[in-house]
């Protein structure tokens, strides 16, 4: 079983509609948590960090789910721009970062 | 600032030479990191670093040595380079690895 997984996509939504990634991680003691941005042969850029009372950051929100293992992030009144793979992350102690396939978001006129 | 800065951008090698991808970042950052990213299989550590002096291995380590003898540079060395080593390589910092981490732009290598 991979430590990060997400789902597969690709997601193709329109313009407007709202879209949620999931994510799970294996590792219960894994300290932070993160939701990288990714454009075509680019590097990944950070989009939010994960809390765990959740955390909103314009059209973003992103929630966390100790629990259950958990991490979401879900995407509010899609734009164009926002076409590119999400990346999931976690970090299990301070320097062992693991990342997720990703999922690809294509968002159409 | 210039961030995170990775050379080459792009490398073809002959399978068994041997080469540096450099990485270098202008920020104080004390962690710094090795990743290759494969189609399918994302991210995968190889060799990171606490501070200067001190290096560790990652999920995929061999074939790869590191060393960092200044905060400033990391340097990825391919021992004798192999098809399977065909990849986009990323070095990344973080001032702590707790939030999170800035990624140079990436060397894509091909092992032929």
């Known amino acids: 079983r991979k430590e990060v997984e997400q789902d597969p996509g690709p997601f193709n939504v329109p313009e407007g509609a709202t879209v949620a990634f999931n994510c799970t991680y294996s590792?219960?003691?894994?300290?932070?948590f993160f939701w990288y941005r990714q454009d075509c042969r680019k590097e990944p850029k950070l989009l939010m960090s994960?809390?765990?009372s959740g955390n909103e950051d314009g059209r973003f929100t992103a929630q966390l789910n100790r629990a259950s293992q958990y991490i979401s992030l879900l995407i509010r009144d899609s734009k164009l721009s926002d076409s590119a793979t999400y990346l999931c992350?976690?970090?299990?102690?301070?320097?062992?970062?693991?990342f997720g396939a990703g999922t690809r978001l294509t968002v159409k006129p | 600032n210039a961030g995170v800065t990775q050379t080459p951008k792009f490398q073809v090698l002959k399978t068994g030479q041997s080469m540096t991808l450099q990485c270098a970042q202008d920020?104080?950052?004390?962690?710094m990191s090795w990743y290759r990213q494969d189609p399918g299989m994302g991210l995968r550590l190889i060799h990171y670093?606490?501070?200067?002096?001190?290096?560790d291995q990652g999920e995929v380590p061999n074939g790869y040595n590191v060393s960092r003898s200044t905060t400033e540079d990391f340097p990825l060395r391919l021992l004798s380079a192999a098809p399977s080593q065909t990849s986009v390589y990323f070095c990344?910092?973080?001032?702590?690895?707790?939030?999170?981490?800035?990624f140079g732009s990436g060397t894509r290598l091909t092992v032929v």
């Open positions: 990344a910092s973080s001032s702590r690895g707790l939030y999170g981490y800035t």
């Open positions: 590792n219960s003691a894994s300290q932070s």
């Open positions: 994960v809390y765990s």
């Open positions: 992350v976690v970090n299990t102690n301070n320097n062992d970062m693991r």
């Open positions: 920020m104080n950052h004390e962690y």
């Open positions: 670093s606490v501070g200067a002096g001190i290096t």
